[in-house]
């Protein structure tokens, strides 16, 4: 079965520094989705990758899917606390068929010190 | 983005007793939609799929007569569960999936509805 390997599982870091989050699954990704969860609330969704070497932005977040389509970086701009959160890898159980189905990484807990 | 709702969003109950959770999509309609359960600091663990018109399917491990789902109509599904304990005690996310046919692009999630067990 499919596995997704987030890192760091946890992160710290001054406001107004950039950082990266890595996912790395154990097959090839069809659909890649990245949420942010705050502790006890529900997942927003950020963005969803497809293709390889596809890249999609969102205000200061940015997403890559590599060209092998087997690791995804989540990159955050000039943090802010706003920012803080848990950010959460998921793709598609069923892998090419797209069932909807969503496995998730562990998680990594971004913390933004003002 | 799609708008998708629990309700409720926290319930103590006690050991034995069932409770229902509603998970509602407010402005699309879903045939499909998920549920999850997160233990605390641990990620999502898919649980069963609710299909709209047709019995929901469960994950390896979940049971399903301890974890009724019906989804009555193509805007709602409700996740019972039924005899609770202690060890139920946990976040249940539903999603819904925006798509056309069986292409699943965008999923929201709901606010996730936070069960305790005494």
């Known amino acids: 079965s499919q596995e997704l390997e987030q890192s760091p599982q946890s992160l710290i870091v001054q406001e107004g520094k950039n950082l990266t989050i890595n996912c790395t699954s154990s097959?090839?990704?069809?659909?890649l989705y990245w949420y942010k969860q705050k502790y006890g609330e529900g997942l927003i969704f950020l963005m969803m990758?497809?293709?390889?070497?596809e890249e999609k932005s969102h205000e200061k977040i940015t997403a890559k899917l590599d060209e092998k389509k087997q690791q995804s970086s989540l990159h955050i701009t000039a943090s802010q606390p706003s920012h803080a959160g848990i950010y959460l890898c998921?793709?598609?159980?069923?892998?090419?068929?797209?069932?909807?189905?969503?496995?998730f990484g562990q998680g990594t807990t971004l913390q933004v010190k003002p | 983005g799609a708008v998708v709702s629990q309700h409720p969003s926290w319930v103590i109950c006690k050991s034995g007793t069932s409770v229902k959770i509603e998970c509602r999509s407010l402005?699309?309609?879903?045939?499909?939609m998920f549920w999850y359960r997160q233990f605390p600091k641990q990620s999502l663990m898919l649980m069963a799929t609710s299909n709209e018109g047709s019995k929901a399917t469960y994950e390896q491990g979940v049971e399903k007569d301890k974890f009724l789902i019906n989804h009555a109509s193509l805007t709602l599904s409700t996740l019972t569960v039924t005899s609770a304990h202690p060890e139920d005690s946990s976040f249940y996310i539903c999603?819904?999936?925006?798509?056309?046919?069986?292409?699943?692009?965008?999923?929201?999630f709901g606010p996730g509805t936070r069960l305790t067990v005494t």
């Open positions: 097959k090839t990704l069809y659909g």
């Open positions: 402005d699309f309609q879903a045939t499909t």
């Open positions: 998921g793709a598609d159980k069923g892998g090419s068929s797209n069932t909807g189905k969503l496995i």
């Open positions: 999603s819904a999936p925006k798509g056309a046919g069986l292409l699943f692009y965008e999923q929201y």
């Open positions: 990758l497809q293709k390889g070497g």
